[in-house]
């Protein structure tokens, strides 16, 4: 089993930064993508953003270069910098890890965002 602790949520003002982190401990020999989706009350989970072992990185098309994704050098953290944001980002912020077709979710952070 792989575990997914995030943190780093909370309440910012319209505009402001947050920055979420997420780490992968337990079997996590195999791990190749994590990232982020998020969820807003009666919307569907949707991706934010992705990145590969290799670097390789993936975002939902309303980041719009708000978002940055990036992972540590040991591959079990994976972290979100959130700039310029706005109060439709507000939501629940879950980490994933994907190993083949197996993908791990986090319990998520919440991320509110004042007008």
């Known amino acids: 089993q792989v575990q997914l602790v995030e943190s780093g949520g909370g309440l910012v003002q319209a505009g402001g930064s947050l920055r979420l982190s997420c780490a992968a401990s337990?079997?996590?020999?195999?791990?190749?993508?994590m990232g982020w989706y998020r969820q807003a009350p009666g919307d569907q989970r949707v991706l934010v953003a992705t990145?590969?072992?290799?670097?390789?990185?993936e975002y939902g098309n309303f980041v719009k270069g708000r978002f940055t994704i990036s992972r540590d050098n040991a591959k079990t953290t994976v972290y979100l910098q959130m700039n310029s944001l706005k109060p439709d980002d507000a939501a629940g912020y879950y980490c994933?890890?994907?190993?083949?077709?197996?993908?791990?979710w986090g319990q998520g952070t919440q991320v509110t965002v004042s007008s």
């Open positions: 994933t890890a994907r190993r083949g077709a197996t993908q791990y």
């Open positions: 337990g079997d996590i020999f195999g791990i190749a993508t």
């Open positions: 990145i590969t072992r290799a670097g390789t990185t």
